[in-house]
């Protein structure tokens, strides 16, 4: 027999709560299968396992739900690794540039506070000698 989990195991074992997992499922990251009265339980397989653990990586690099389901999708779609790959560099590509435009203004912003820390510094020494 197949493993397979219940939403409760899944939410455990990423600390995640279940309407978070319903969410994705929504999304249409994961696909359980339905049982019991009017398919009110859900029943996922490694399958869901491996696209919730996909999904959970492409958030932490910064990655739309969008863009995860596009990438992780291409994974079930016939094997050509070489279009999953395009899109995954593709992908990332657009979010390191994103980042490093976000790191360039951070650096500026930090720079200017800097500067006012710099300038404040020296307004204070000087109204202190005047007192």
Do not use: W
């Not at 969410?23 to 869901?48: C, H, K, V």
């Amino acid at each position: 027999m197949a493993t397979t989990y219940t939403i409760g195991d899944l939410a455990k074992e990423f600390d995640l709560t279940t309407r978070a997992i319903r969410f994705y499922e929504d999304m249409g990251l994961l696909q359980p299968e339905r049982t019991g009265a009017g398919g009110r339980n859900r029943i996922y397989s490694p399958r869901d396992r491996t696209r919730l653990r996909l999904t959970l990586r492409a958030k932490r690099l910064g990655l739309s739900l969008t863009e995860a389901k596009e990438i992780i999708d291409l994974y079930d779609s016939p094997r050509d690794t070489g279009v999953q790959l395009r899109k995954f560099l593709d992908v990332l590509t657009v979010h390191r540039k994103q980042l490093e435009a976000q790191l360039a203004d951070l650096q500026a912003n930090l720079e200017e506070v800097r500067e006012h820390e710099k300038e404040a510094r020296t307004l204070l020494a000087k109204s202190e000698k005047q007192k």
